[in-house]
């Protein structure tokens, strides 16, 4: 398996733009993360989806940030409009429910600048 | 509301000893806990997962332990190698739906 896929791999941007980041979870998973990594505030969990339904976005700091899940090989995580606080690192990771509750996997990530 | 620490923030030893890093979660309800490896400027790599019925998991070097009446984890690192430096993360899967995460400890290994 090619592990859970994410896009782009680096983002540059102006404040003010859309940014859309994906995410290709693990063949057979049904558990999908996005998380955000900073210096200041570590790794946050921002919204998961089981069975590509959203269950709890209550980690997404602004409707100016949207989640979607329109199938169980695809995700995405949209930024609009993007301001330069968004910079960050945002993972991607699923797992899956079956058979217990089992370990997640990461994807590399997407470092995103807002300049 | 679940709360991870860990310590020690940084921690820098020679090549060749043995190491414990320290995980601790405020809410003992939890599934399982998850031991992670994130070298800088790439993602997460899962080292071991610990079921709430399991006392410990070994993985090579690696062993983890968990006790959940105090709440805490450990990380048991034998006989160090400067490959191990690296940041360590613990995350505990909370209620079964996610996971929340301890800030890490920041590992060096001096050859």
């Known amino acids: 398996d090619a592990g859970v896929i994410q896009s782009p791999r680096h983002e540059v941007t102006e404040m003010g733009q859309e940014v859309t980041l994906r995410c290709k979870p693990i063949s057979g998973h049904n558990s999908l993360f996005w998380y955000r990594q900073t210096m200041m505030r570590g790794l946050e969990l921002l919204i998961y989806f089981n069975n590509n339904v959203p269950i709890d976005d209550s980690g997404m700091p602004e409707d100016r940030f949207s989640a979607k899940m329109p199938n169980a090989s695809f995700s995405t995580l949209k930024i609009q409009p993007s301001e330069p606080r968004d910079s960050a690192v945002y993972f991607c990771?699923?797992?899956?429910?079956?058979?217990?509750?089992?370990?997640?996997?990461f994807g590399p990530g997407t470092r995103l600048t807002v300049l | 509301k679940q709360e991870v620490t860990q310590i020690p923030a940084a921690l820098s030893v020679p090549e060749g000893e043995n190491l414990v890093l320290n995980c601790s979660f405020t809410d003992s309800a939890i599934y399982n806990l998850q031991w992670f490896r994130q070298d800088p400027g790439k993602g997460l790599t899962s080292l071991l997962l610990i079921q709430s019925s399991q006392r410990e998991q070994t993985s090579g070097r690696l062993n983890a332990s968990l006790d959940k009446s105090s709440g805490r984890s450990t990380l048991y690192i034998a006989a160090s190698q400067p490959g191990d430096s690296a940041t360590y993360l613990c995350a505990v899967d909370n209620y079964g739906q996610n996971f929340v995460f301890g800030p890490g400890t920041r590992l060096s290994v001096l050859p």
């Open positions: 990771a699923s797992r899956s429910r079956d058979r217990g509750y089992n370990e997640q996997f």
